[in-house]
């Protein structure tokens, strides 16, 4: 039956071949045969290949793709480093010191074993249950845990009350819970002992804390002062201010210091100001963090002379009078006081709102001035009574951080938090004289009178926080003196006091990297600078007399003489 298809193919195929030789000869189309090829086992991935392909690099900080828990806490591939010191292995980690397991507990009871391991080195183990190592179920000191036989916090907190309750003397235990029992006399004796000097605590402590609360009330403290010389007067009567008759001035010029020549170190913590004796310099005025004021003998022995105590905070800037005999202490502790150079006795104490961070008295009024952190600069009379203010100058928007007398004590420049400068017309406190203020402008919270022949500055040198001192003409018009200015030192951040010599060739300052700087003043090239204190040279200030002496003071305690 196959056959007669097979001659029909054929004979389909010759006709084909013999009508095509009118049209010409074509090509014959191949027939395209495809082949399957069979194999036995088909094709398997490599799951080794597999989590090769996607293992993640312990140093990459993203993945373009999202992989499994098992791929992304896989353990580290690789050497191991022989550093490596840590026994948690690497894929175990979930917190940057190693494992943290999560479980559920009231906080109560975390906060009793926190408690106890921190009071007695051991704690409940809250995972001894499933955990399977046997620990008894407690982490920490096994051995002091069974010396405490495993109590908590509170449990040997009562522990301990019950037996001292059960050691207490017999006789006052008897006399307290009232068992009716009859007391020897040496019982008795020992009881009413024991009750005196509970009652006699009970009313020192009473007493301290009413002191205190009258202290934090009022701000003020008692004054005290003590002398450290052998007499406070010599054979011919003379007082210990007393100015030496061999010391005199000369005109002679001034000359830069080389070296320290001396170091003061009586003050316990950093000295913030010091203030040469008026005229003379044969004292040295301190203040310091440690709540006291100091003056020192600088010619002869070169010793602490008296100590004044009367702040019980640190002391922020002292200033003395025109003649010696009195100065003026401001503190931290919003305290104010007038004191006796000489005796060492507080003549007035005043408190204010804002704590005072500059103190002046006034030459020829015997009137105290203090700028305050309450925006204020408050004027007292040691002569009236401590709770009368004489005047008070209002205008600053922050913080008044100095006082400074010009055009013959008739004028007070203040400078302030606020980036401003005032000068007012003293005893009018309604409105400034002159107000300056430009953008430029930083705060000064130091200034210093450049000093004249006839004693009344034409110059003032303004210590600004943008790391420069400024001059400021007062004699005729009060403005900026643009061509002058002394730049060099680091201040920012610090009060950092400015000085000049007495014939107003050199500028002195320190900074805030314990540095004293020395500029020339016609030039305002920097000549030297030398390394005084660790920490800042808050103060530096030029001998009134001697042409070549500075002092300085700074935060590490210390108050030094350089020659």
Known sequence: ??????????????????????????????????????????????????????????????????????????????????????????????????????????????????????????????????????????????????????????????????????????????????????????????????????????????????????????????????????????????????????????????????????????????????????????????????????????????????????????????????DGRHFASAGYDKVVRYWDTETGQSIQAWSGKGIPYCVKIHPKDNCVLAGCSNKNLVQWDPRSPPDETVQEYVQHLGSVNTCTFIDNFRRVVTTSDDKKLFLWEYGIGTAPMKHVSEPWMHSMPAVTSYPVEDGDPKNLLCQSLDNQILVYACADRFKLNKKKHFVGHTIAGYACQVGCSKDGKYVVSGDGDGRLWIWDWKSTKMYRKLKAHDGVCIGAIWHPIEQSKVATCGWDGLIKFWD
């Open 1 to 322: 039956e196959q056959a007669p298809a097979i001659w029909k193919m054929d004979a389909l195929t010759a006709y084909e071949s013999d009508g095509s030789n009118d049209s010409g000869k074509q090509p014959k189309k191949k027939v395209a045969v495809t082949t399957i090829s069979v194999r036995a086992a088909p094709e398997v991935g490599d799951p080794e290949n597999q989590v090769a392909k996607h293992m993640v690099h312990n140093a990459q900080k993203s993945v373009a793709y999202n992989p499994t828990y098992e791929q992304l806490w896989a353990p580290e591939q690789g050497p191991r480093n022989p550093n490596y010191r840590d026994g948690i292995t690497p894929g175990m980690r979930n917190h940057l010191m190693g494992s943290v397991e999560r479980t559920n507990i009231a906080d109560f009871h975390f906060e009793e074993q926190f408690q106890t391991f921190n009071s007695f080195g051991y704690a409940m183990d809250p995972s001894a249950a499933y955990s399977g190592h046997n620990s008894g179920g407690v982490v920490g000191d096994l051995k002091q845990h069974s010396e405490m036989k495993g109590r908590s916090v509170h449990q040997a907190t009562k522990r301990d009350a019950q037996k001292r309750k059960r050691d207490d003397d017999l006789a006052l235990q008897k006399a307290l819970q009232g068992r009716g029992t009859e007391l020897t006399e040496e019982e008795a004796a020992e009881v009413a002992k024991d009750m005196e000097a509970v009652q006699s605590k009970e009313e020192k402590e009473a007493a301290a804390k009413e002191e205190e609360k009258k202290r934090d009330k009022s701000g003020i403290i008692d004054a005290t002062s003590q002398f450290h010389g052998k007499k406070e007067t010599d054979y011919q009567g003379r007082t210990w201010i007393d100015v030496p008759s061999d010391l005199k001035a000369n005109d002679e010029q001034s000359y830069i210091p080389k070296q320290c020549v001396h170091t003061w170190s009586g003050h316990t913590k950093g000295v913030h100001a010091i203030r040469w004796f008026p005229g003379s310099g044969h004292l040295l005025l301190s203040c310091s963090m440690d709540c006291k004021v100091k003056i020192w003998d600088v010619y002869n022995n070169r010793k602490c002379m008296r100590t004044y105590t009367g702040h019980s905070k640190p002391v922020r800037d002292i200033c003395f009078s025109e």
